[in-house]
Structures are given as C-alpha cells and as structure tokens.
C-alpha cells in the first residue's frame, strides 16, 4: 500500500482531536507523514454539588464520532488515543464504571500533600516515585478518597487512567499504558512496577491497578457491538504513550543522541529533557523536576509550569464578563502593552483552581508591592513575559542539574502558535527556539501505531520522519539586555531563586 491510515485521538484538557495521520511512501526520497484533523471538540469539566468533573460519556461519544469521520473514504488500519494525565476511572465487580472521574483540579486534595508527607516524608516519597508531591498526582488523590471514606474507591475492582478507560469503553481491554501510569506517583520510580509496600502505608488498595503495559504494540480491537453501532470493520487498538506529553515528547524533531530541552506548551507548560534514567539526586526535589516514563522505557525529566491555563482562564473570565477576545487578539492586545511591568510566578498555589483568574493576577501584584495591570492587554502581557521568565528559570535550573549547555529549546504542541510567546522564550533564554511541530501529541501517538504495525522501525526513524515531515519555525533572541535586567526583577518580584530555600 502506497498510503498508510492511523487514527490518534489527542484529549487536552481544554479541548480533543481526532486525527487521521498518513504515512504517504509514495514520495521519491523518503516517506512523510501528514496529519489531517477530521473531528475537534470541546472538553469542559462539569461542576456537580462540591465537585468538579470530566464529562466522560461525552468524550466517549466524541470519539465515536471521531471514527465515524476518519472512516469516510479511507481505511484506518488502527487507532490509539493519548490524554491529560493523573486522573481516573473505578470499575465495579459487574465491569461498570463507578460514577464519573474527578477533574485534577477539584478541590478534595487541597490538603492532601500534607497529610501524606506526614506519614512519608517528603525525601522518601520522591526517592520512591521520582515524582514531585503535586496536589493533583493520583496518590494524592486515592489518599484523599481513602481519608474521605469514598464509596465508590471501597466498591472498585479496577482502577483506569482515562486513556485507558476509554480504550476500555471502546474495546473491553482493561490495562495501563506505562507512560500514563507514570504520571500517577504509583509506580516505583523508574519501572513499571506499582509500589504496593508505599500504597499500603497510605492505605491505597493496589489490587485495583491493572497490569502495565509498553507502547507500540497492539492490544485489543473494537468490540462488535461498538462496529456494529459505528457500522465500522473491527480497528485494532495499539497502546500508544497514552500520556499526551509522554507522546509528545517522541516528537521531538531530533534524530541524532543529543540531549535536548524541550517545552511541550498547552494548559500546561512541560519543560525538561529526556534521560536514560531517573534523576532521583536529592538536589532535584527542590528544583522541581519530575521523573515521569517515557516510550521505550525512557525518563522524562521535566517540570510543570503553570502555563496557557492562565491566560485560558483569564479569557473565561472576560468572555463571561462580554468582552470577547480570541487567543489571537489578546496576542495584540499584549504586544501593545507596555513591557516589564509587572512579574507574577506563574506556578504559585494561588493560580491552580478555575475561577476568577484576573482578579487573583492583579491580587498577587499588589501584594507583591508591584504596579497592579488594569487593562486585558497589561494582564496578558504580565502573564505571557511571567511565563517566558520562569521558563529561563527552569532551564538555568536544568542546566545547573545537569551542568551542561543546551544550544536551543525546542518548543513544541499547540501553544507555539502564539509567536510573541516564542519570540519572548527565546529572548528570555537568550538563545535559539526552534518551534514545532504544533500536533507533537497527536504525531507521537500516530508514530507510536506505525512502530506497532511495522511500518517504522523504531523511535529514533519515527523522529527522523517527523522531522522531514514538519519543518520547525526558528526565533532568534531579541533585546537581550532587556530581558537580562527583567529576569533580575522577575526574580526578585516573585521571590525565587537559581536553588530554592526548602
Ligand atoms: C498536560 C498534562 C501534564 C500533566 C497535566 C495534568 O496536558 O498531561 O503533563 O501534568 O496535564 O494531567
């Protein structure tokens, strides 16, 4: 066959995608892949009672009608889908999903980290896990369920992560992907092992947790009842890195042994590098760093940042309040803005829970005895610089960890398209952003099915051809002076430093 069809499913937690990828062999030098999205939808969390949730019936539904509109006019060979990580499904005895998933960003774990650190503490959580104590990791929010006397945890059979549980509702299979489980703070840091001795001691039951299972390989297929609904052949079902940024992270358009650092940017802002093995260094704690898995057994040491919520969030708020501004315009609107201003940290406490999100930017100012930004264009200029300086922190933080010299960053995932952001990294940096690809989950998932189908090799060839198929956009550092007198303000505004006090 001269054309090759995949399906990835790519759900971030804004919005989802599905989207046909296409090995083409026909070209005269080499193969290329191509993306065509053929469904894109929203994914808004619900508030019900106290709580905060995923709507994940919808999401079942929109993935349905994703196979509906990738199967028109093309064989799809097999699909895989990647998505935010941390959160879960309970199946009961009878296979039944025991009410709906929480969002990670549901308030139930606000003193979660706490209470755990108090019976482990927080040097041998990390050794453990190689994670950083989130509030939002599963741990932390299977400990509040076991302190909270959930019905629903007492009640489970199995525990699924959503990627897996909608591979579930699709195909019946009842597994964890590795990268996926390596967001949990489950497994033993560095394998794919759960780490039943730690559950135990916070009470956490681990015969609910599947078994692990590598991507790049099929493990299931559609069930008869969902092709017969779909009216659709049977599509096999390939683990993929289930993880949206473990997936992205096989995107980096690098096809050589370099150590590279990367910036996936979405909701959230991942930045790190990716490593043979975990950094469990007692210096890396404080620094931030997590140790998640990647495809192939890897470790993705990165950090998260705050991110585009913030500016997400923002846009919520004005949209309700009737000044509609789209993502492109505020852009504008903070070119226009007068520069280095006003300095938030972007990963403070304050800016984690929905709501109300300029407000608590102008609150975190005053208090920090800085001109308070009136205008949307000032806010979203202070939001947009904040997170290009603290990207400049982390790297310098990676940097000293790791005492090497990256020569660029790569930027990658939806969030490059805003180019003042870009311009503003690679000033901040004061060295080369190459941006792209923008679909870097999606091609990760997509590479990962052609590995599983035979059709390429190995990561290190899925790389080449992403690199050949996507072109990166390249920023050059600006203004550097500037920016250099900014990071000293933005540094003494937010009160951090290169090695943080503990
Ligand atoms: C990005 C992401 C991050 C994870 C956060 C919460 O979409 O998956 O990697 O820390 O969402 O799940």
Redesign the pocket.
């Known amino acids: 066959k001269k054309e090759v069809h995949v399906l990835a499913f790519d759900l971030?937690?804004s919005s989802g995608r599905a989207m046909v990828g296409t090995l083409d062999k026909s070209a005269q030098e080499a193969p290329v892949l191509r993306l065509t999205e053929v469904h894109r939808f929203p994914n808004e969390p619900v508030q019900a009672g106290a709580h905060l949730y995923w709507d994940i019936l919808r999401l079942l539904h929109e993935l349905k009608q994703g196979f509906r509109k990738a199967s028109e006019g093309r064989t799809i060979e097999s699909f895989g889908i990647d998505?935010?990580?941390?959160?879960y499904g309970l199946l009961g005895e009878d296979g039944e999903l025991l009410g709906n998933p929480y969002h990670?960003r549901d308030a139930r774990t606000d003193h979660t980290v706490e209470k755990v650190h108090a019976i482990i503490g927080k040097n041998e959580l990390f050794q453990a896990t190689g994670l950083q104590p989130?509030t939002?990791n599963t741990l932390m929010q299977l400990h509040a369920a076991v302190e909270q006397n959930s019905v629903a945890l007492r009640e489970a059979k199995e525990l699924l992560f959503i990627p897996d549980l909608l591979l579930y509702l699709l195909t019946g299979v009842k597994q964890s992907e590795y990268t996926i489980a390596s967001?949990s703070q489950l497994l033993k840091a560095g394998t794919q092992e759960w780490d039943k001795e730690l559950l135990a001691k916070l009470g956490i039951p681990s015969d609910i947790l599947p078994p692990v299972v590598m991507s790049g390989q099929t493990v299931g297929e559609l069930t008869e009842a969902i092709c017969e609904e779909l009216k659709l052949p049977p599509i096999r079902a390939v683990a993929v890195p289930e993880?949206?940024?473990g997936a992205a992270v096989v995107s980096v358009p690098v096809d050589t042994d370099e150590e590279v650092a990367y910036l996936?940017s979405?909701?959230?802002s991942?930045f790190g590098t990716e490593l043979a093995q975990p950094l469990l260094d007692p210096r890396v704690l404080p620094l931030g760093f997590s140790n998640e898995g990647g495809m192939g057994g890897t470790a993705r040491t990165l950090k998260?940042i705050m991110g585009l919520w913030l500016i997400q969030e923002c846009k919520r708020s004005w949209d309700q309040a009737g000044e509609n501004h789209s993502f492109a315009d505020l852009v504008v609107l903070a070119d226009k803005a007068p520069a280095f201003r006003s300095f938030i940290n972007p990963d403070d406490l304050l800016f984690l829970p929905p709501g109300g999100m300029p407000e608590r930017i102008q609150e975190y100012c005053r208090r920090t005895g800085q001109a308070v930004p009136e205008s949307i264009g000032e806010i979203t200029r202070t939001i947009y610089e904040s997170l290009a300086l603290q990207y400049r922190l982390v790297l310098d933080r990676l940097e000293h960890l790791g005492g090497i010299r990256y020569p660029r960053l790569h930027m990658m995932g939806g969030g490059i398209q805003n180019k003042l952001l870009c311009q503003m990294t690679a000033s901040a940096i004061g060295r080369e952003v190459w941006a792209g690809p923008v679909e870097a989950s999606s091609l990760g998932n997509v590479a990962a099915q052609l590995i599983a189908l035979g059709e390429v090799k190995d990561i290190r060839e899925a790389r080449s051809l992403i690199k050949r198929s996507y072109p990166v956009d390249t920023y050059a550092p600006q203004d550097q002076e500037a920016w250099e007198a900014a990071y000293k303000r933005f540094l003494d505004a937010t009160g951090q430093t290169l090695i943080p006090e503990e």
């Open positions: 971030g937690a998505t935010w990580g941390v959160d990670y989130l939002f967001t993880h949206d940024t996936i979405g909701t959230w991942l998260n």
